[in-house]
């Protein structure tokens, strides 16, 4: 059995009177994909920032790769790849210069360097930018090069913060493809998200954290068996016309009544649908799908708008 690269037990991190992280208990295993999912101020960014050995731990233990961030932190960040969630480049230099530079901060011989450059150019598709300045490249492409850049020390875990955000779908799509490639590598990656889809795809293993706290842990598929239905039915009624919730008694086994629609969580959606014929509602619209991880996470965080 191989030790965890991370453990923490009652991790807790203040600022002042402000609790950030509430004495969480996780672990992450060698070559796994573990995601930190919640709400804006959930503790996400907080915890990561005490992984990266950047941050002080207030209260509880915690080790990365058997070492304590609070006395080891240099040990601890040169076998670390760091992707914030602003990608920190030098505008004002070429993608090659960007890359050159950041290989320097580790102290690697030149030789070294240049011969990583070109193997990161491969895999993030820039060898055709490599003399571009940085500042007039996509968004994709920045986000792609800060990847690369994180990955000049060849370090044996990396921490993605909000890896995606602000990307079109396309882009996010070959960003997953190379975080996936990662993974083949053996390479440990911790990512915060809030993009349920992107969480669906990448993570072996996920924390829920809501107000500072871990409210779930498992795989996506564990998560959406534990706590989602089979089934989600969605019904959408007249402006005006919406039933109240016992007028659905039986229907579901949990119904979630929101402003512009109706949510039946149901084990079989087509029992459900039969039913439903037998009501005198008036219905506008059905849709019928699988419950994802987003209905999880709604479920257990709430549906208020965090700021």
Known sequence: MTEPLIRAAGLTKRFGDFTAVDSVDFTVEPGEVFGFLGPNGAGKSSTMKMIGAVSPVTEGTLTVFGLEPDTDGAQIRMRLGSVPQENLLDTELTVYENLFIYGRYFDLPRAVIKERIEELLAFAHLEDRRNDLVDPLSGGMKRRLTIARSLI??????LLDEPTTGLDP??????????YRLKQQGVTLIITTHYMDEAEQLCDRLVVMDDGKIVAEGSPRSLIERFATRD???????????PEEREMDGLAKRIETLPDRSLLYTDNADATLVSLTERALEIESTIVRRSTLEDVFLRLTGRSLVD
């Open 153 to 158: 020390n060849q370090p044996d875990m990396i």
């Open 170 to 179: 396309q882009a996010r799509h070959v960003l997953w493809d190379r975080l």
């Open 232 to 242: 989600v039915v969605e019904l959408r009624f007249p402006v005006g016309q919406q």
